[in-house]
């Protein structure tokens, strides 16, 4: 057992750090107030290989491992939560969807322009009426023998409107249930492609949340990923490795309201001395310093796991749900540290708080983890 980083990860963390302090930290309070998209900052990201970092390189990837990225991840979430987000999508989802279950002509099309970061894209389950219930889906595609009809409406897609490419769920064989569902490559502008308005939102205010509606919309057979009826064992395969990002991106935000909380406490002072030495204050930063190392442990547990091919649903589930409950208590107690001061944007970490809150809702909330790692734990 070797817990030291290879040379090779350190650089990307620290690189990731590096960018994250020039290029996301200036203006990052305005985008949250004007939930403004960092459009400028993720091609950026794109061009320094975030967006596809897993991917091979023949693909246009950066071919690291997952523990790179989780690396990554928690520098950049330190930072800029809603550009996390936007490099979780296209990675864990879109770019490793495609790339392991896309055929080549898939690969050569869609997934190299989105590993190389040139385009983003999204990935499209959720439904108003099927959340965590995703077998329920009611957008159709009817199979029209050289394409499928797609119909429906899908909620809450990040990256909405400013993906080009949508990896879209939808029902083709309603009496076959989970086992009838087909997932789709979208391309904006495909005609009866509708984007919704965009969702004013509590965190991640930055990132790009829309509803999106199909209307009679023509895609090609060519486009259905994998054999007729893999689209929801695609989402759940995909899903399981995006709770490593979602995990990454969670301890990337408490890590970040921690960091800050602790030079805070070190600045200023109360009844004469460093609130850092009152024993109240400096045993919520143990607390949070513990909760933090732990956090980080499941993730790379879980990354690890992905990269030696081993099964990561249950260490994946776990880092998520840890991660994410973590990441809600740790920001609470650095808005607290931070007194009146905490309470105001200038100070960071109230909105860091309320970026944690997504991180026990998306990509199966902290209940459906529950689910999953019980189900895991007690199966014969
Ligand atoms: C900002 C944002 C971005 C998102 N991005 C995407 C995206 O890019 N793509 C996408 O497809 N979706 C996305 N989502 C949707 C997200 O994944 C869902 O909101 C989430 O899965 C929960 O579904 P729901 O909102 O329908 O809640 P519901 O499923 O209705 O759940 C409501 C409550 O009931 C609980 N619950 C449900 N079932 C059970 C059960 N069996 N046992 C115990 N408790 C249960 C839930 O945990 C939750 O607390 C996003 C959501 C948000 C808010």
Redesign the pocket.
Known sequence: MDFNLSEEQIMIRDAARDFAQAELLPGVIERDEKQQFPAEQIKKMGELGFLGMMVDPKYGGSGLDTVSYVLAMEEISKIDASAS?VMS?NNS?VCWGLEHYGTEEQKQKYLIPLAKGEIIG?????EPE?????TSQKTTAIDKGDYYLLNGT???????NNASIYLV?AQTHPEKMHKGINALIVEKGMEGFVVGPK?N?LG?RG?D?HSLMFTDVKVPKGNRIGDDGFGFKFAMKTLAGGRIGIASQALGIASGAYELALKYSKERKAFGKEISKHQAIAFKLADMALQIEAARHLCIKAAWEKDQKLNYDLSGAMAKLYAADMAMQVTIEAVQIHGGYGFVKEYHVERLMRDAK?TQ????????Q??VISRSILQD
């Open positions: 987000v999508v989802l999204a990935f499209c389950l959720s099927a959340g965590s219930d995703a899908k909620n809450w897609i990040t990256n909405g769920i969702e939102k991640i990132s949340t997504i809702i998306y990509e199966g909330t902290s209940e459906i529950k689910i």
